[in-house]
């Protein structure tokens, strides 16, 4: 059950950082 809490933690911040870096790349081409 922790390791499905972790794996969950560890998807979210990857989607966080993917989100990051699409924001920063619209950013960056407006």
């Known amino acids: 059950m922790l390791s499905i809490l972790l794996f969950n933690v560890l998807d979210l911040i990857v989607k966080i950082k993917n989100n990051h ?3 920063l790349c ?5």
């Open 26 to 30: 619209d950013f960056l081409h407006h």
């Open 21 to 23: 870096k699409m924001i």
